[in-house]
């Protein structure tokens, strides 16, 4: 299935485009695999068969710590918009002390680090008990609130800095002029709204072959020339 919203069954193309549009690599996958999973081996296949891309620019669904993470460690720029994977507007960190600060001013103490990577911060609940922001900061019956950071939390905050960049923000601004664009003729003028076939292998060389077609159509536009006037 696609999502509990669109209940069908479904596949996901999922593609990587140069700055000038011409998609690079592909990967189908089920539907309801999410689009995280797939950045990493997707870009893993444009470094061996093109070469490795300064920056990648992608949507918010990618802005996860694993993602940024790996970006950053193989000295790939990311360019990722603002909404990201955490909001936490009004808990801020202390990266010396290791703790987060809430808006009355107490300290939320690391207490343990979950099986998913998350470090678990928690408010002192005897004071939060009696705290007049109590019923802005949480339900817990036990009035204690927990924040959690993950492990590499540090890559995407890094990546929130990049944002602001001169360099950056025009990279992600060509998404729209690029991959959206090159998904939209796609969908459009070669049918991958549907599909008639079933199973990742089949569905893997139609993406293939629609890619393919676009890439060679935008070849023949930039090398076509017209007739000479008389």
């Known amino acids: 299935m696609k ?3 669109t209940k069908q069954f479904a596949y ?3 593609a990587a485009a140069d700055r000038n549009g011409f998609v690079l690599g592909t990967i189908v996958t089920p539907g309801n ?3 995280s999973h797939i950045l990493e081996p997707l870009v893993e296949q444009v470094i061996e068969k093109v070469g490795k891309p300064e920056a990648v620019a992608a949507d918010a669904a990618y802005k996860t710590p694993a993602i940024t993470s790996y970006l950053f460690n193989k000295e790939i720029t990311p360019a990722l918009p603002k909404e990201g994977f955490f909001r936490k507007h009004d808990y801020v960190y202390d990266e010396h002390f290791d703790c987060y600060l809430c808006p009355s001013g107490e300290t939320l103490k690391y207490s343990t680090t979950n099986k998913e990577g998350y470090r678990e911060y928690k408010s002192p609940k ?3 008990a009696t705290c007049s922001f109590l019923s802005r900061c949480t339900e817990s019956k036990d009035y204690q609130k927990v924040v959690t950071r993950h492990i590499w939390q540090a890559y995407v905050e890094e990546a929130d800095h990049l944002r602001h ?3 950056v923000k025009p990279i992600y601004a060509k998404r729209k002029e690029t991959i959206e664009r090159e998904f939209a003729d796609a969908k459009e003028k070669h049918g991958m709204r549907w599909t008639t076939l079933r199973g990742l292998k089949k569905l893997s060389m139609q993406a293939m072959l ?3 077609a676009i890439n060679l159509k935008k ?3 930039w090398t076509w020339k017209g007739p ?3």
């Open 228 to 230: 000479k006037m008389a």
């Open 210 to 212: 629609t890619f393919a």
């Open 165 to 167: 960049h001169q360099d």
């Open 126 to 128: 005897q004071i939060c």
């Open 12 to 14: 996901s193309f999922h």
């Open 33 to 35: 695999t999410h689009d």
């Open 219 to 221: 070849m023949a536009t």
């Open 3 to 5: 999502d509990e919203r």
